[in-house]
């Protein structure tokens, strides 16, 4: 009988969701977790040596965009499958994440059943879209980007040239959360750095 399971290597810089998403896939009889990564440059390191059979890759990471990362991994692999593991469920992201070849897209507040599903889908050859991504699809682009009232906040206070702990004492949130924020802020509107997330800010008078 075959007892092979699925290769899986995780890269998220947040550890406590990737060890325990790492024991919940290695309790599955589909797929072992045999690494886990919290930056891009250890992952893209390991990955010149030994390649999973899976890559589940968070967008927004510390060291670098998961959109380029993905497409220059893939570039580099083509045999490896990348599966997108994420908070980011905007349309603009999603398409661009599509568009650079990633196998699958499931966002973090799915169930472990459901990113199973993608591990074994994808890993057989199929695209794997979860129905809450495919819903965002199907609605299709919005015009302009929607800013919830944290981001909001968050985005007026960088403007103000304000650093993450000083976000974090004055809006009462953690750090962590702040810093999560500013990436995903970044991400929304496609820049790599603060400079230009303020210009474009500024320039569309979107405070």
């Given at each position: ?54 890559l ?33 469920d ?87 959360t ?23 800010a500024l ?5």
């Open positions: 009988m075959n007892t092979y399971k699925i290769d899986v290597n995780i890269v998220d810089d947040h550890t406590m969701f990737s060890e325990a998403l790492a024991e919940a896939i290695n309790r599955s009889e589909e797929a072992h977790v045999s690494r886990t990564f919290t930056t891009l440059e250890a992952c893209s390191h390991t990955l010149a040596e030994r390649r999973p059979d899976i589940l890759l968070d967008i927004s990471m510390p060291d670098g965009n998961g959109i380029a990362f993905c497409q220059q991994m893939l570039t580099e692999y083509p045999m490896m499958k990348v599966v997108a593991i994420t908070y980011h905007e349309y603009s992201i999603i398409r661009r994440m599509l568009d650079s070849g990633v196998h699958g897209y499931v966002l973090k507040n799915a169930s472990v059943h459901r990113l199973l599903d993608a591990i074994v889908h994808v890993y057989h050859g199929e695209q794997y879209i979860d129905e809450e991504v495919q819903n965002i699809l199907n609605r299709g682009e919005a015009s302009t980007v929607f800013l919830t009232n944290a981001e909001r906040d968050i985005l007026r206070l960088i403007c103000e040239g304000c650093t993450n702990p000083q976000i974090a004492k004055r809006l009462s949130f953690s750090t962590e702040v810093n999560w924020y500013r990436k995903r802020l970044l991400a929304k509107f496609n820049v790599s750095n603060t400079v230009s997330l303020v210009t474009i320039r569309e008078h979107l405070l």
